[in-house]
Each structure stands twice: as C-alpha cells, then as structure tokens.
C-alpha cells in the first residue's frame, strides 16, 4: 500500500458548486497532515495544515480522520482560480536521525468549470 | 522579499553532461530539501540537509550530488549517471528538521535531456 493515496480525478466542479475529496495515508503513526495546492508547471504553496479538530479557512475545511487514516479537503462555493492540484502531504515517521520527512501523494486534480 | 530562488528555471542537457541546479535560501532556515517530480506523480525525494556541512540520500539519490557549504545554498548536481533526469526539479526548505514545521518551495527548474 502507498504511503499517500489521493484519486488523481480530474474532479469537474460547476462553477459555485462544492467539492470534496479525500487522501488516504498508511502508517497510522503519521503525525502532522497538509494540504497543498499546485498550479500547473508550477511549485506546490501551502494551502493549509490539517488539525486533529479540523480547520477551516475561507471557503476551504480540512478535516483528519485517524481512525480511518485519511484526510479531507472541502471546498466551497467554487470559484475558477480554485482550479489547481490539490496535494496531500503527510509527515512519514520514517526513521532517519532527521525528521521532517514529507510523503507526497499524487494530487486531486480539480477543474472548476463556467 | 524572503524566499527560495532556483536557477536556471529551463535547463536543457546533453546525454552524458552533469548539470547543476542552484537553489539559495534568505529564510535562515536550516533544512533544505530536492524534489523530484515526473508527470503525474508525486514528488519523490532525492536528497536533504539538516545542518551545513551534513546531507542525507532520500528515496532516488543515485545519480545526483549536492553540497551544504552554506546554510543559505543547496545546490544539485546531475550527473551522467541519472539515466532519465527529464523532470521537474523542485527545493525546499524548512525553519529546522522538526517534524511538523511547514515546507516551502522554490519555483522549481525544468530538466530536459536532450
């Protein structure tokens, strides 16, 4: 199984509309959850860490499920610039001496359509 | 502005040249990170450094070199070794090693073999 595991889409949105979608992750030690969001041929920015109690910012709610060991990304009400590649990141407790070791997945492809 | 500039942004290299990438930080940040990202994938680590002058292999390392001289710079090495570099090359940085502390990117450099 991967570590990361998102279905790569693409998600078609009416414009206005709200879209969901989740990441799986393997390793139930897994420790710290993010989103990111890539535009194409570009670098992924930080859209926004996910908390245990979850987090909303704006029109966008994260949500961790560690029983089930996966996260979840809403968006609502949305808007054209929301098209993008969501990544699913998420702290690998691999045992380098260093931490902060990153477990990228695939990315949800949304396209948000007029 | 505070941030992680990558150079060249397109690089074109010939079979059998070694290429590098630059990447320089004003963040003061002590990690620092190379990505690697091929169409349709996730990124994939190649190599990381915690401290200057300490550097750790990730997951695809063969066939790449980097150097920590300065906290400020990580700059990759391609070498002819790299039997498929074609890819998006993407650094990154983090304020320490601590698991949980967010990572940015660099806008990233485009590798073509050609």
């Known amino acids: 199984r991967k570590e990361v595991e998102q279905d790569p889409g693409p998600f078609n949105v009416p414009e206005g509309a709200t879209v969901a979608f989740n990441c799986t992750y393997s390793?139930?030690?897994?420790?710290?959850f993010f989103w990111y969001r890539q535009d194409c041929r570009k670098e992924p920015k930080l859209l926004m860490s996910?908390?245990?109690s979850g987090n909303e910012d704006g029109r966008f709610t994260a949500q961790l499920n560690r029983a089930s060991q996966y996260i979840s990304l809403l968006i609502r009400d949305s808007k054209l610039s929301d098209s993008a590649t969501y990544l699913c990141?998420?702290?690998?407790?691999?045992?380098?001496?260093?931490?902060?070791?990153?477990?990228f997945g695939k990315g949800n492809q949304v396209v948000v359509i007029p | 502005d505070g941030g992680i500039t990558q150079s060249p942004k397109y690089l074109f290299r010939k079979e059998g040249q070694n290429v590098t990438l630059s990447c320089e930080q004003n963040?003061?940040?002590?990690?620092m990170y190379w990505y690697r990202q091929d169409p349709g994938q996730g990124l994939r680590l190649i190599y990381y450094?915690?401290?200057?002058?300490?550097?750790q292999k990730g997951d695809i390392a063969e066939g790449y070199s980097v150097s920590r001289e300065k906290k400020e710079s990580f700059p990759l090495t391609v070498t002819s070794a790299q039997k498929n570099p074609t890819a998006f090359y993407l650094c990154?940085?983090?304020?320490?090693?601590?698991?949980?502390?967010?990572?940015?990117f660099g806008e990233g450099s485009w590798l073509t073999v050609v």
């Open positions: 990141v998420v702290t690998a407790p691999k045992a380098y001496y260093g931490n902060n070791r990153l477990a």
């Open positions: 390793n139930s030690a897994s420790q710290s």
């Open positions: 450094s915690q401290i200057v002058n300490d550097f």
């Open positions: 963040l003061n940040h002590d990690a």
């Open positions: 990154a940085s983090s304020r320490t090693r601590l698991s949980g502390n967010t990572i940015y």
């Open positions: 996910v908390y245990s």
